[in-house]
T-cell receptor
Framework: DSGVTQTPKHLITATGQRVTLRCSPR?????VYWYQQSLDQGLQFLIQ?????ERAKGNILERFSAQQFPDLHSELNLSSLELGDSALYFC???????WGTGELFFGEGSRLTVL | GQQVMQIPQYQHVQEGEDFTTYCNSS?????IQWYKQRPGGHPVFLIQ?????EVKKQKRLTFQFGEAKKNSSLHITATQTTDVGTYFC???????????FGTGTRLQVFP
C-alpha cells in the first residue's frame, strides 16, 4: 500500500460526459502528479501541483483540468469525453516539489472507460 | 519538449538469462528514476540516480547514469519469473518539476 488513495477505481461513462477523479496523497506529501496510461502504453505526464499551486504542465488537453485543494487532495476533471480518453489515470505524490523531486508514490489508478 | 525513449520495447528471456533496458533523453537531465510496473499494477519506485556516471546496485539489478546525464541503463543479472513487468525510466530535466516517463520495456521471463 503506497498510501496514495484514488477514487473511483473504475468508471464507465458515455461520450460527451464529464467525470471527476479524486486523489488523496500520502500524509505529508505536498506534490501531486497526474499521469494517463492508455492500454499497453507508457505514462503520459498531465500536470503537477505543489502545495496547492500548479507547478508543471504536460500535454494536458483543454477539456481536462485539475486542482489541488488546501487539504492537499487533488481532483482531475475530464469533460466532453471522447472514446480516446479511455485509459488508466494515475495519481502520484511526493514529499517535495521542484528539482530533484524524489520518489513518486503511485495510487492504484482510476480506470476510465468511455462508451 | 523533453522526450525519453527506451529500448527495447519488449524482451522475452529464459529464466536465468540477463536483461538490459536502455533509456535515452532528448535533453540533459538533473536526475533519473527507475520504476517497475507489474501487470495490472501501478508503478513502483526502484531507484534514483543523480550524479554523472553514477552506478548503483540492488541485488541482481544494476543501474547506471551516463556521463552526459542523457542516458541510463538497467541491467538484471540471472532473471527470475518475479522480474516480469514493465520497466520505466523517468527523467527530470533541469529547472523543471516535470518527471517524464520513458516508453517502457516489457520483460517476460519464461521458466
Amino acid at each position: 500500500d503506497s498510501g496514495v488513495t484514488q477514487t473511483p477505481k473504475h468508471l464507465i461513462t458515455a461520450t460527451g460526459q464529464r467525470v471527476t477523479l479524486r486523489c488523496s496523497p500520502r500524509s505529508g506529501d505536498l506534490s501531486v502528479y497526474w499521469y494517463q496510461q492508455s492500454l499497453d502504453q507508457g505514462l503520459q505526464f498531465l500536470i503537477q501541483y505543489y502545495n496547492g499551486e500548479e507547478r508543471a504542465k504536460g500535454n494536458i488537453l483543454e477539456r481536462f483540468s485539475a486542482q489541488q485543494f488546501p487539504d492537499l487532495h487533488s481532483e482531475l476533471n475530464l469533460s466532453s469525453l471522447e472514446l480516446g480518453d479511455s485509459a488508466l489515470y494515475f495519481c502520484a505524490s511526493s514529499v517535495s516539489g521542484g528539482w530533484g523531486t524524489g520518489e513518486l508514490f503511485f495510487g492504484e489508478g482510476s480506470r476510465l472507460t468511455v462508451l | 519538449g523533453q522526450q525519453v525513449m527506451q529500448i527495447p520495447q519488449y524482451q522475452h528471456v529464459q529464466e536465468g538469462e540477463d536483461f538490459t533496458t536502455y533509456c535515452n533523453s532528448s535533453t540533459t537531465l538533473s536526475n533519473i528514476q527507475w520504476y517497475k510496473q507489474r501487470p495490472g499494477g501501478h508503478p513502483v519506485f526502484l531507484i534514483q540516480l543523480v550524479k554523472s556516471g553514477e552506478v548503483k546496485k540492488q541485488k541482481r539489478l544494476t543501474f547506471q547514469f551516463g556521463e552526459a546525464k542523457k542516458n541510463s541503463s538497467l541491467h538484471i543479472t540471472a532473471t527470475q519469473t518475479t522480474d516480469v513487468g514493465t520497466y520505466f525510466c523517468a527523467g527530470q530535466g533541469r529547472n523543471t518539476d516535470k518527471l517524464i516517463f520513458g516508453t517502457g520495456t516489457r520483460l517476460q521471463v519464461f521458466p
